[in-house]
T-cell receptor, first 113, second 113 residues
Framework: EAGVAQSPRYKIIEKRQSVAFWCNPI?????LYWYQQILGQGPKLLIQ????????DSQLPKDRFSAERLKGVDSTLKIQPAKLEDSAVYLC???????????FGSGTRLTVV | KQEVTQIPAALSVPEGENLVLNCSFT??????LQWFRQDPGKGLTSLLL?????REQTSGRLNASLDKSSGRSTLYIAASQPGDSATYLC????????????FGKGTKLSVKP
């Protein structure tokens, strides 16, 4: 089966600019996650969707981050305006409802200068 | 606060050695414990998942154990190979928070030929 697709692979922007990341999960996976991994740290959950509804966004900095999952398939994560501390790898993952097996994408590496 | 710690942060061994990676967690009410592998520029690959009712899981040369009472998990790699070089992350998942994996910072393993 195809894996979790993410784009772009790399992005460099200046602070205060906006940026968007895209994720296409594995077909049939109802649950989609966005994680942020800062260099030298483990990933941290930003937001979790079940179909197109938000299950958990308690760690999402809502003043600058937003995410949506239209039609319960693809998802977009946006940052506006970006700060230097947003430099990280943004990982998308998906899983089937009720299971604990996760498939991660290769991530988008964001550098804010 | 739920925290996961991994020791050591980095490990270098000669090819063929058996090795153990350590993971400790602060909240013993863990639902499951997962070990992932992360290669540079890649996403996370799930290696082993241990449910809270289990003590260990095995896959090929990998064996993971879970001791909830002591808040510890270990990943044992037998007969290490250069292809095992990667960062290994452990993550705890807690009941009622499917998808909110609490990750350690990882152990960077280098296996020298």
């Amino acid at each position: 089966e195809a894996g979790v697709a993410q784009s772009p692979r790399y992005k460099i922007i200046e602070k205060r600019q906006s940026v968007a990341f895209w994720c296409n999960p594995i077909s049939g996976h109802a649950t989609l996650y966005w994680y942020q991994q800062i260099l030298g740290q483990g990933p941290k959950l930003l937001i979790q969707f079940q179909n197109n509804g938000v299950v958990d966004d308690s760690q999402l900095p809502k003043d600058r981050f937003s995410a949506e999952r239209l039609k319960g398939v693809d998802s977009t994560l946006k940052i506006q305006p970006a700060k230097l501390e947003d430099s990280a790898v943004y990982l998308c993952a998906s899983s089937q409802k009720g299971t604990y097996g996760y498939t991660f994408g290769s991530g988008t590496r964001l550098t804010v200068v | 606060k739920q925290e996961v710690t991994q020791i050591p942060a980095a490990l270098s061994v000669p090819e063929g050695e058996n090795l153990v990676l350590n993971c400790s967690f602060t909240d013993s009410a863990i639902y499951n414990l997962q070990w992932f592998r992360q290669d540079p520029g890649k996403g996370l690959t799930s290696l082993l998942l241990i449910q809270s009712s289990q003590r260990e899981q095995t896959s090929g040369r990998l064996n993971a154990s879970l001791d909830k009472s002591s808040g510890r998990s270990t990943l044992y790699i037998a007969a290490s190979q250069p292809g095992d070089s990667a960062t290994y992350l452990c993550a705890g998942e807690y009941g009622g928070s499917q998808g909110n994996l609490i990750f350690g910072k990882g152990t960077k393993l280098s296996v020298k030929p």
